[in-house]
């Protein structure tokens, strides 16, 4: 009953504020319904559920011909750990929400539409069947429309809500056919009768090896849409165009985590084939997104990158087998990547202040504007280098605990499978030092040095208690300690110790020594090529550089995808228009000419022939029979000259002939 209400609270204050309209301002009900979930999921689900028996409750739904579907809940660890970050992500997303949006004209719709998405993730998190979970999945992407286009006046906003929600459209796709191949293999949706200790997938012979390749590949294609894993990744960076709070939440723990918790539940599906699959696109994601946020200049397109990189490492992890792992950094991502984001939200609030004090033409995401600011942004600056330190994975941070549980057992399964497969955890290894490098390129751009800009009323200031207060509480758990006592360990972490998950390989603990230490001073090094480049302005590369263009443009895919699917599909629109418009038409038309033609040479014909012989006939008949009448009018004198004129005429032909 506590998740249930942890679920409806939040419907709940959609309802409300939908009813209240333009009065529902002040966001209290939304942040009334947030908080008394996140308070139901600690004490009332998460805390009694943990490390116990799993709890499920079933409700006959409705029914096809023989076989009937159910509704319910399924609480284990991996559903209240969810449904617990879910919560406690957007509950300092809400607070910071109240100062960020103060005074937006469509504030009213903001908190309708965020509560709604809320309702929407933590409905998802819980469901325990494959069917219900999809409605939950399609009304998270309904609602991240909605707020990525909040500001629908922007034309960008519309663009970047229509791509997501496209583009989002071929992993739901995936994910139904996905449903639909495990309905007919195990004529069941149910994630306990699937995936129980007994259940279907364990116990039943599976189908063939190309059919469950088949089956694990749709669930995956819905999960590479939803957590943005190449080639489906573009939608990410424009999300952007909606408000920070609202970045920070998708980005963190809410829609983008739901494909790495999809794939981890139906993990028992994949075989060896789609793992492998999984893993290399994990790995070319984390590559491609770290590579494309080195030259990026827009603060929160970088962090977009980020997120999209982390998100290949938590898929990689899936892929070697350790779905715990990928759980662990999805949780201490959650906290570390929600504040980076608030944090760079703190920063555009500052200087879209400054723009207006100034009247200045600039782009206040843009890091080239700023420098310096940690002289007046103090607060945020130490908050924002707590969650960059917990990014690149530095010790005494989550990061540092999570990023190695995934590096480490991939180095491990690499070296079980020998061969070429080393070469996935180097290049996850090589991703680490590049994202220490862009996250510590945009802390020096954005806090060191001197401001960028020439203005007369410099009126940057630290971000008031309510936007500064969710961060200190995001940057206290982005700490080692809120995850492990041990520092050092990832092992100890609650977070593992809730998932029983037997690796397929040998753990090799020589790793946990060298490979930390090599990543930290891979980080220190890159950190001081960056301090270099961009605190002492010796920056050594042509900024015309092919490859800096590359990675600007995100390896031209927007462009390729415009060419390839966007101007040939409107080739394509604009070529069956003019066939519909002149060979369909134009034959209709023609047909139509023909028949309309036709149509008046009939009535021609029935008008002038036919009409014309019967009223000849009628009227020579009428005629007659007038004169006919006219002799017999029962005069004699008429009957005695017809008859001598009839007599006289015969009796001159008679002479004539």
């Known amino acids: 009953m506590g998740s249930i209400l942890v679920v409806l609270l939040p419907f709940l204050a959609f309802l409300i504020q939908a009813i209240l309209g333009k009065r529902g301002k002040s966001g209290n009900v939304s942040l009334i319904a947030i908080l008394l979930s996140t308070i139901l999921s600690l004490i009332f689900v998460f805390a009694e559920v943990w490390k116990s ?35 406690v992500i957007a509950l300092p997303v809400h607070i910071y929400s109240r100062t960020y949006m103060k005074g937006d004209p469509g504030i009213h719709r903001y908190w309708m539409y965020l509560s709604l998405f809320c309702f929407s993730m933590l409905g998802l998190t819980i469901s325990n069947n494959l069917l219900m979970m999809y409605i939950f999945w399609e009304l998270v992407g309904f609602a991240s429309y909605l707020l990525i286009g909040f500001w629908f006046t922007k034309e960008s906003a519309v663009q970047a809500n229509k791509k997501a929600f496209i583009i989002n459209r071929i992993g739901d796709l995936g994910f139904l056919l996905g449903i639909a191949s495990v309905y007919s293999i195990y004529g069941s949706l149910n994630l306990v009768e699937l995936f129980g200790k007994e259940g279907l997938v364990s116990t039943l012979p599976q189908a063939s090896a190309g059919w469950m390749t088949f089956t694990g590949i749709c669930f995956f294609v819905g999960a590479m849409a939803k957590s943005a894993q190449f080639p489906l990744h573009v939608w990410l960076p424009d999300a952007m165009e909606g408000p920070t709070a609202v970045s920070s939440l998708i980005h963190a723990a809410t829609m983008v985590a739901a494909g790495v918790f999809l794939i981890s539940t139906v ?3 994949f075989n060896e084939t789609v793992l492998l699959f999984i893993t290399i696109i994990g ?17 929160k397109r970088i962090l977009a990158f980020s997120t999209i990189s982390q998100l290949g490492y938590m898929v990689v992890a899936v892929g070697v087998g350790a779905w715990d792992a990928a759980m662990f950094h999805l949780a201490t991502h959650a906290f570390f990547k929600c504040l980076l984001f608030l944090s760079a939200g703190a920063i555009i609030h500052e200087m879209a202040h400054l723009k207006e004090a100034n009247h200045l033409d600039i782009d206040p995401q843009d890091i080239n504007n700023m420098g310096g600011l940690r002289k007046w942004m103090p607060k945020t600056f130490m908050l924002m280098s707590i969650a960059s330190l917990a990014l690149a994975g530095f010790p005494l941070t989550s990061g540092f605990l999570s990023k190695d549980a995934i590096l480490i057992s991939t180095f491990e399964w690499a070296l079980h499978h020998g061969q070429g497969f080393v070469i996935i955890p180097i290049v996850l290894t090589i991703v680490s030092i590049l994202t220490a490098f862009y996250i510590g390129r945009l802390v020096f751009k954005v806090f060191f040095g001197e401001f960028r800009l020439q203005v007369e009323k410099m009126n940057i200031h630290e971000a008031n208690l309510t936007m500064i207060g969710p961060m200190i509480f995001l940057a206290i758990c982005s700490l080692f300690f809120v995850f492990s006592w041990n520092p050092l360990a990832y092992h100890h972490s609650f977070i593992l110790s809730g998932f029983d998950v037997k690796y397929s390989f040998s753990e090799i603990h020589s790793l946990h020594i060298i490979l930390p230490i090599f990543l930290t001073l891979g980080s220190a090094i890159s950190w001081a090529i960056g301090w270099k480049w961009y605190v002492k302005n010796k920056y050594p590369l042509n900024a015309q550089n092919g490859w800096i263009a590359l990675s600007q443009n995100q390896g031209y895919l927007n462009e390729i995808y415009q060419k390839a699917f966007v101007n ?7 070529g069956l228009y003019w066939f519909d418009r002149n060979i369909i038409d134009g034959f209709v038309n023609m047909l139509a000419s023909v028949v309309r033609g036709t149509a008046q040479l009939s009535s021609w014909i029935d008008r002038n022939i036919v009409d014309g012989l019967v009223n000849t006939i009628g009227g020579t008949t009428y005629y ?30 008679l002479i004539l002939k």
């Not at 790995?283 to 603060?299: G, M, P, V, W």
């Not at 599909?569 to 604009?574: A, E, K, P």
């Not at 009448?629 to 000259?641: A, E, T």
């Open 53 to 87: 028996t799993p709890i499920s409750a079933d409700y006959n739904w409705f029914t096809i011909g023989t076989h009937t579907f159910t509704i319910g809940v399924l609480l284990n660890n991996l559903t209240v750990l969810m449904q617990l970050i879910v919560c």
């Open 267 to 269: 993990f028992p599906l």
């Open 283 to 299: 790995t070319l994601t984390a590559l491609l997104s770290a590579y494309f946020a080195l030259s990026q200049k827009d603060i």
């Open 568 to 574: 040939s599909t409107l080739s394509l629109s604009n």
């Open 624 to 653: 007659i029979g007038h004169l006919l009448r006219w002799v017999q009018n029962g005069r004699l004198q008429n009957y005695l000259g017809f008859a001598f004129t009839v007599l006289l005429i015969g009796i001159i032909y």
